[in-house]
């Protein structure tokens, strides 16, 4: 099964006042009907099985007439194509007040579209797509996910299962989602979801992010356009899933201006970026491999960690990476960093082994901070 997951499109948004004379609609918010468009191409020429929209296709709970025609129109070429389009609500245009109608249900009513308003699950294909849309009162969704959550999979079957959730991690990186609305609640924690699913789709946090829980790998698609200047030099995507029935793999792609975007094309940044995730997510999956009688696994107290090459960073991933590195404190006895970056040595606060090379074939080895205990 093929899957392009989205999230967080925005259809509806406006900007800087400039309206398009030939349809009457903000300039800016025809570059979010755009994107959407783009994602729309790249499920048809993948020929993908299901479109999983994971919250907050539209900004607000009355979008323009003229975006929820142009949107039929083009759901309707997708449903005769028998791909499967899944709308999962998010708190943009999740309504307060129970007397007015989500937007997203106009939508409903065409053939193979789904759109989820309440928990529940969903059955394509001997999958089990475990829906949590965002609740009206957003702000409580940490305390009120696991109860969601447990609703939704009443009405699952199946054991092969993928959860689509419209929440926030406090894992997960925040970008330009948090200029959008007053957010003032606590952000789910990434251990509420329970490791029993093939792969977690989520939306809400508006960068392209893989998580790891448990060694299920935890996606956020990212928005499928810019919202502010921070966002200049960001890609953005949707996230192609390819999962095969008999071997029960995984492969995940990344697409970008409408395009499935081989590694070769990443740039430096990004793949080192990609090489310490992979780094992470096997080092946690080794050390919580259980003890049994075949198989007695060390237990792994220490993690070393060879960054690489973080001089291929900008700031930003310099941050993200050391946030990553503090995580991981909280799992590990001691987390030791070799590093060739004298930024990362400035960040950190510990016990540091400089070695330094005095002669072509010696070297000595300077200690600076408290050795930790």
């Known amino acids: 099964m093929k899957i392009l997951q989205t999230a967080d499109n ?51 709970v009355n979008p323009h007439p003229r975006y929820l025609l142009e949107v039929m129109k083009d759901l309707k070429k997708l449903s005769k194509a028998n791909v499967v389009t899944i709308f999962v609500s998010g708190n943009h245009e999740t309504p307060k007040m129970v007397t007015t109608v989500n937007p997203l249900s106009l939508l409903g009513q065409m053939d193979n579209v789904y759109v989820v308003l309440e928990p529940t699950s969903i059955e394509i294909d001997g999958i089990d797509f475990v829906c949590v849309p965002a609740p009206p009162v957003f702000d409580e969704i940490k305390d009120l996910f696991t109860p969601l959550l ?26 330009s989602e948090r200029t959008l609305e007053s957010f003032i609640g606590e952000c789910v924690d990434i251990k509420q979801i329970p490791n029993k699913f093939m792969y977690t789709a989520l939306g809400h946090m508006h960068r392209f992010q893989q998580l790891d829980q ?25 996230v192609l899933i390819d999962i095969e029935d008999k071997v029960e793999t995984l492969n995940v792609a990344a697409t970008m201006a409408g395009e499935v975007r081989p590694i070769h ?74 590093s060739h970056v004298p930024t990362i040595r400035e960040i950190f606060q510990g016990y540091v082994l400089e070695v330094v090379k005095t002669r072509p074939e010696e070297s000595v080895v300077k200690t600076f901070g408290a050795l930790p205990e």
Request: glycine residues 6%.
């Open 10 to 60: 925005h259809l509806g948004e406006t900007a800087y006042s400039r309206i398009d004379p030939s349809t009457g609609l903000n300039a800016r918010g025809l570059d979010f009907l755009d994107s959407f468009q783009n994602i729309l191409e790249v499920a048809s020429k993948e020929r993908v099985d299901v479109l999983l929209v994971v919250g907050d296709f539209f900004t607000r």
């Open 265 to 338: 094309y990443f740039s430096e940044g990004q793949k080192t970026r990609i090489n310490m995730a992979l780094r992470v997510a096997i080092s946690r999956i080794l050390s919580k491999l259980p003890q049994t009688e075949e198989h007695a696994y060390a237990i792994m107290q220490t993690l070393f960690i060879d960054e690489g090459d973080f001089g291929s960073l900008d700031e930003s991933g310099i941050r993200d990476a050391v946030s990553i590195i503090r995580n991981l404190t909280k799992e590990f006895d001691r987390v030791i960093l070799i």
């Open 150 to 175: 447990q609703k939704a999979l009443k009405d699952s079957k199946s054991e092969r299962k993928i959860l689509a959730a419209h929440l926030p991690l406090g894992q997960a990186i925040i970008s």
């Open 214 to 238: 448990e060694g299920m790998p935890v996606i956020y698609s990212g928005s499928s356009e810019r919202y502010q200047w921070g966002e200049e030099h960001d890609d953005k995507f949707a």
